[in-house]
């Protein structure tokens, strides 16, 4: 005869370690089937790398649309409580009676009182502002340029709000941002110059390499893709003697893939600068591109 056992209460609490878009699933699944879920993510919040995503593979749908309501459902949720800042020191115990160590860090900041004003990063007495003691390089930049800049700065003002105005006529005349541009504006600005790299890096309507007088978009979205538009890529490689993401030797042309234009029932669809052309067959490549003579 064996002997019975001695059971032990479960409690029905579960704990996920990773804030990321797995982690946020499987707590959402679980605290909806009544589990009281600790969600414990190493960083000040939870998202992972998802958060940090543009589009999500294979439909390009926005990834913040498809995070952001999990992140709020989270936040929110009865049967979750996130421990973020936080890492699991050691777990013992058995099935249903599990201890776990947790080491949080402190945040300084009461988290149910926070409303996000920023003021605790401005009043800190140990914030760390570094200083780096280097001469300033004087900007050097071609008369044209120059004349172009300050025209701009005279029609759309010196303040911040202005600068993403000033590198959308400066990327359209020019065709790209030329670096010392890009210096001449930050030093007349007063801000940093790193910052103008970043919002001409996050926008891909700029670039910071000449580009042709005609920039060729070819959509590669689903109905396109079905419809034949890797076949007008290759007969515009072919035409242009480039690839995707060049420009010709004179300037004339770019290329670029875009993903898609809104354009379905038209499919598969080619852009030139701003006009759309249609259910477009390779054999009808040359003739566009006569459109815009050199």
Same mark, same amino acid.
């Given at each position: 005869?064996?002997?019975?056992?001695?059971?032990?209460?479960?409690?029905?609490?579960?704990?996920?370690?990773?804030?990321?878009?797995?982690?946020?699933?499987?707590?959402?699944?679980?605290?909806?089937?009544?589990?009281?879920?600790?969600?414990?993510?190493?960083?000040?919040?939870?998202?992972?790398?998802?958060?940090?995503?543009?589009?999500?593979?294979?439909?390009?749908?926005?990834?913040?649309?498809?995070?952001?309501?999990?992140?709020?459902?989270?936040?929110?949720?009865?049967?979750?409580?996130?421990?973020?800042?936080?890492? *699991?020191?050691? *777990?013992?115990?058995?099935?249903?009676?599990?201890?776990?160590?947790?080491?949080?860090?402190?945040?300084?900041?009461?988290?149910?009182?926070?409303?996000?004003?920023?003021?605790?990063?401005?009043?800190?007495?140990?914030?760390?502002?570094?200083?780096?003691?280097?001469?300033?390089?004087? *900007?050097?930049?071609?008369?044209?340029?120059?004349?172009?800049?300050?025209?701009?700065?005279?029609?759309?003002?010196?303040?911040?709000?202005?600068?993403?105005?000033?590198?959308?006529?400066?990327?359209?005349?020019?065709?790209?941002?030329?670096?010392?541009?890009?210096?001449?504006?930050?030093?007349?600005?007063?801000?940093? *110059?790193?910052?103008?790299?970043?919002?001409?890096?996050?926008?891909?309507?700029?670039?910071?390499?000449?580009?042709?007088?005609?920039?060729?978009?070819?959509?590669?979205?689903?109905?396109?893709?079905?419809?034949?538009?890797?076949?007008?890529?290759?007969?515009?490689?072919?035409?242009?003697?480039?690839?995707?993401?060049?420009?010709?030797?004179?300037?004339?042309?770019?290329?670029?893939?875009?993903?898609?234009?809104?354009?379905?029932?038209?499919?598969?669809?080619?852009?030139?600068?701003?006009?759309?052309?249609?259910?477009?067959?390779?054999?009808?490549?040359?003739?566009?591109?006569?459109?815009?003579?050199?």
């Amino acid at each position: 005869m064996i002997a019975p056992t001695q059971t032990h209460h479960i409690t029905g609490a579960v704990m996920v370690i990773g804030g990321g878009i797995a982690g946020i699933q499987s707590a959402l699944d679980l605290a909806d089937g009544g589990f009281k879920v600790y969600l414990v993510e190493a960083t000040p919040a939870i998202g992972g790398n998802m958060a940090r995503l543009d589009k999500t593979f294979p439909t390009n749908d926005c990834s913040m649309c498809i995070l952001s309501p999990k992140l709020v459902e989270a936040a929110r949720h009865r049967n979750i409580e996130l421990l973020t800042l936080a890492e *699991v020191q050691n *777990v013992t115990g058995t099935a249903g009676r599990f201890q776990v160590e947790v080491k949080q860090k402190a945040r300084y900041v009461d988290v149910t009182k926070c409303t996000g004003c920023g003021l605790c990063l401005t009043r800190c007495p140990t914030r760390n502002q570094p200083r780096f003691d280097v001469e300033e390089e004087p *900007v050097i930049i071609d008369l044209k340029l120059k004349a172009l800049a300050d025209a701009l700065l005279a029609e759309h003002g010196t303040s911040q709000s202005a600068v993403i105005r000033i590198l959308q006529e400066t990327n359209a005349r020019l065709r790209y941002l030329p670096r010392e541009v890009i210096g001449y504006l930050a030093y007349t600005l007063g801000i940093p *110059v790193s910052r103008l790299y970043r919002i001409g890096t996050f926008y891909k309507a700029f670039s910071f390499i000449p580009r042709g007088a005609h920039t060729i978009s070819i959509c590669d979205g689903t109905a396109c893709h079905i419809r034949g538009s890797p076949r007008l890529i290759a007969e515009l490689r072919r035409e242009l003697k480039i690839d995707v993401g060049q420009t010709t030797p004179d300037r004339r042309f770019s290329l670029e893939i875009v993903r898609c234009l809104g354009c379905c029932s038209l499919a598969p669809v080619v852009k030139v600068d701003e006009k759309i052309y249609g259910a477009v067959k390779p054999a009808e490549i040359a003739k566009i591109l006569k459109d815009y003579p050199e």
